[in-house]
């Protein structure tokens, strides 16, 4: 009578192994996709916080800020430091502004190739590069 051994022999032991590298690598890229999707949300934020200082100080001065640090108080980086922002002014400031909001260089966003470019202007058109509204201000 022939004795059925116990355990696992090598190529199950084999096979399993590589699945659970395989899931890892799939579960791994998509949660990195995940949270550079959520961490827009920053850009986002800090673009809105700029337009609605920007307008508090259109009221006073009739005439938009393009320094955010001094009269607008908001900073040159985002809350969480994902992004930096560049204000550009129209060549008459009581006419408009675009704040444009770029991944800091070597920052967790700069591995984010679908919105490397997030701005909102003073009318409120908001704009994305290179993928369009859709993918990045929603």
């Not at 009221?59 to 922002?85: F, Q």
């Not at 260089?105 to 590069?129: N, P, Y």
Request: hydrophobic share 40%; glycine share 6%; aromatic share 8%.
């Amino acid at each position: 009578m022939l004795l059925k051994p116990n355990g696992f022999t090598l190529i199950e032991l084999i096979i399993t192994v590589a699945l659970l590298a395989i899931i890892t690598t799939i579960s791994v890229a998509s949660y990195r996709q995940y949270m550079l999707r959520a961490n827009r949300t920053d850009a986002r934020a800090f673009l809105l916080r700029i337009a609605t200082a920007q307008e508090r100080w259109f009221l006073d001065n009739n005439e938009y800020s393009n320094a955010p640090e001094t009269e607008l108080r908001v900073g040159k980086t985002s809350e969480h430091g994902y992004y930096k922002v560049t204000i550009l002014q129209n060549k008459n400031p009581a006419t408009g502004y675009r704040a444009i909001a770029t991944p800091v260089e070597g920052g967790r966003q700069s591995a984010d190739t679908d919105c490397l470019e997030l701005s909102i202007d003073a009318t409120g058109l908001r704009k994305s590069a290179p993928k369009d509204i859709e993918v990045c201000w929603r």
